[in-house]
């Protein structure tokens, strides 16, 4: 298991964002394939990758949340529902993406860059809305981005 090392969730699906850029930089066929398997893998029922492939998606996702730093939120929001919000919003975005870049014949550079844009805003609007403003205690972090 690959360690993220970020107790600020914004700045883990951040470098999660970034590492999938590395990935999909280097083995475009491999990404398109995973992605294939992962959204239809009721098409696929006996193929033995969708299983192992839905379970490290899972445990990347579980280490995130575990590793989360709840101080950096407000005091005054419910700190589950917000995570939900940033990960619902998140995976809505990523799968978005993901289906243009697919049906499209793969990511592009440019495609990429425009999806880090639109995620590192909703990030910013989250950081805003959800977490303590900068020296409050708790939350002395420099923005994600």
């Known amino acids: 298991m690959m360690s993220l090392g970020h107790k600020d969730i914004l700045e ?9 850029k590395d990935i999909t930089d280097q083995y475009p066929f491999l ?27 899972l445990a990347v996702y579980e280490e995130l949340y575990s590793q989360c730093d709840t101080t950096l939120f407000r005091e005054d929001i419910d700190h589950k529902k917000a995570i939900d919000v940033i990960a619902w919003t998140v995976d809505s975005l990523v799968d978005d993406a993901d289906s243009k870049a697919i049906s499209s014949g793969g990511w592009e550079g440019e495609d990429y860059d425009r999806f880090l844009g639109s995620l590192k805003g909703y990030l910013d609007v989250f950081r805003t809305c959800f977490y303590k403003k900068a020296g409050e205690a708790g939350n002395d972090k420099k923005n994600a981005g």
Request: neutral net charge; charged residues 15%; aromatic residues 20%.
């Open 12 to 20: 883990g699906f951040w470098q999660l964002a970034l590492l999938k």
């Open 31 to 57: 990404y398109a394939f995973i992605y294939s398997t992962h959204t239809y893998r009721s098409d696929f029922p006996n193929l033995e990758l969708t299983e192992p492939l839905m379970q490290r998606h």
